[in-house]
């Protein structure tokens, strides 16, 4: 807890991710990731978002497609996007959140010394299928008005700049998964947040306030496997999606304040169109 910390040193609370869809996720082309990012905010539309490129582990092997910069890799999973792949996120899981050690990260989380394998590759294997494969979130009342509006307004004020609403796969042996256009509301690049959402913490070549945008697919749904509220952005601190929208700051002001400048009828519908997801 951050009382036991010395004094001084950095923390965040995050949270768990959502695991559904992931598997599309996974399989976004890297020159896809790259066509969306514009780190030097080229166009001038003060969006500036950017991979974070990161060293493979060896026990890793840099897919087909693969982008690399001076030997490093972007990363997509993680609340930093420092993680590679799914086998990268479930043996990082075993280890670190669980404190268990497999094959791939064969070390103690406490004392870094190397230790015997307490799960086989088979069953971390058989986890990654799971999260390949574990369905996207499907959007609802598509077709009532407030939310179609709403689809129109999340546009015009800016988030589908880094809510992308659509990105399509590449080649799988996964059949279901393969050449499919799906709907995640992501870039999966970093973003800088600005101060309101600075708390210290990073990881790879992410600052301290960047992260990565999150995917807004299942957000009215999440509700149900938080006790019946929200808790979002990365630690939870937002009660509602409103709250949310309100401590985007960085590159997220802009569309902050095109939300702001709306009226409470329009806000309504933006709103219902988020739930709908």
Not at 133 to 145: G, Q, S, V
Not at 188 to 215: I, N, Q, V
Not at 231 to 243: K, T, V
Request: glycine content about 10%; overall charge negative; aromatic content about 8%.
């Amino acid at each position: 807890s951050p009382e036991q910390l010395p004094s001084g040193a950095p923390f965040a609370k995050l949270l768990p991710p959502a695991n559904t869809g992931l598997g599309f996720l996974e399989l976004v082309p890297d020159a896809d990731i790259l066509a969306m990012s514009d780190p030097d905010d080229l166009d001038g539309d003060g969006i500036s978002g950017r991979p974070n490129w990161i060293a493979l582990p060896a026990y890793l092997t840099a897919r087909p497609d693969a982008v690399s910069q001076t030997g490093r890799y972007i990363g997509r999973f993680g609340k930093k996007a420092v993680v590679y792949d799914l086998l990268q996120q479930s043996a990082r899981a075993y280890n670190q959140d669980m404190g268990i050690a497999s094959t791939y990260e064969p070390f103690d989380t406490y004392t870094s010394h190397e230790i015997d394998p307490e799960v086989s590759n088979q069953t971390v294997q058989d986890v990654v299928f799971y999260l390949r494969t574990l369905k996207a979130p499907i959007p609802r009342d598509t077709d009532a008005p407030d939310v179609a509006t709403g689809k129109t307004l999340f546009g015009q004020v800016g988030c589908a700049k880094c809510h992308r609403p659509t990105l399509r796969t590449g080649p799988s042996s996964i059949e279901p998964l393969a050449e499919r256009d799906f709907h995640p509301y992501t870039d999966l690049l970093l973003h800088d947040m600005g101060p309101e959402l600075d708390d210290g913490y990073t990881e790879g070549s992410a600052t301290t306030s960047e992260w990565r945008t999150p995917p807004l697919w299942g957000l009215g749904l999440s509700k149900n496997s938080q006790g019946g509220q929200y808790y979002l952005l990365h630690d939870g601190r937002a009660p509602n999606i409103e709250a949310a929208i309100l401590l985007h700051g960085g590159e997220g002001s802009q569309s902050r304040a095109a939300y702001q400048a709306l009226d409470a009828a329009q806000k309504t519908r933006l709103l219902s169109f988020l739930e709908s997801l």
